[in-house]
């Protein structure tokens, strides 16, 4: 059950991934015109589009996470202070806030979104969906090491 869970999670998380960054590249980096080149069609995506799918792909990520996390707590976390792998540990300690800190962002991210783009508005846009992608590209890169570490399904 936790591998079917797992995969689930990491699914998600891929998902949430590429809309996360297709967002913060289109809204740092905008197109002018599509050219038909890769990547002018990444930079020119609908980016206020993705703010509803986002935001529930970062609440139907966390859900199979928080199922697995007891698994990690019970049996990862222990094997990795057996073998005094404190990095990847303390790695994973920082996934957790950062998580929590991104939940905490969301209502701000929907805030800025749910409006038409508006000038005055598009530099805290951009640096709220930034801040999302930064902490979902660390924590899955951080989840893919441990898991890594660990051996899946092991």
């Not at 799918?53 to 707590?73: H, K, S």
């Not at 893919?144 to 899946?152: Q, S």
Request: a positive charge; hydrophobic letters at 50%.
């Amino acid at each position: 059950m936790v591998t079917l869970l797992l995969i689930i999670h990491s699914l998600l998380a891929v998902a949430l991934l590429g809309a996360l960054t297709h967002q913060a590249i289109s809204v740092w980096w905008p197109a002018t015109r599509r050219t038909g080149s890769f990547v002018s069609g990444l930079r020119s995506v609908p980016s206020m589009s993705y703010t509803n799918a986002i935001i529930l792909l970062f609440c139907l990520t966390m859900i199979p996470g928080a199922i697995v996390y007891a698994e990690y707590r019970i049996v990862v976390r222990v094997m990795l202070q057996d073998y005094r792998l404190y990095g990847p540990e303390g790695a994973f300690e920082l996934k957790e806030h950062l998580v929590a800190i991104g939940l905490g962002l969301l209502p701000a991210y929907w805030y800025y979104w749910k409006q038409p783009a508006v000038k005055d508005r598009a530099s805290t846009r951009a640096i709220v969906t930034t801040l999302l992608a930064v902490i979902v590209w660390y924590s899955f890169l951080v989840g893919h090491v441990l898991n890594n570490i660990r051996g899946f399904g092991s």
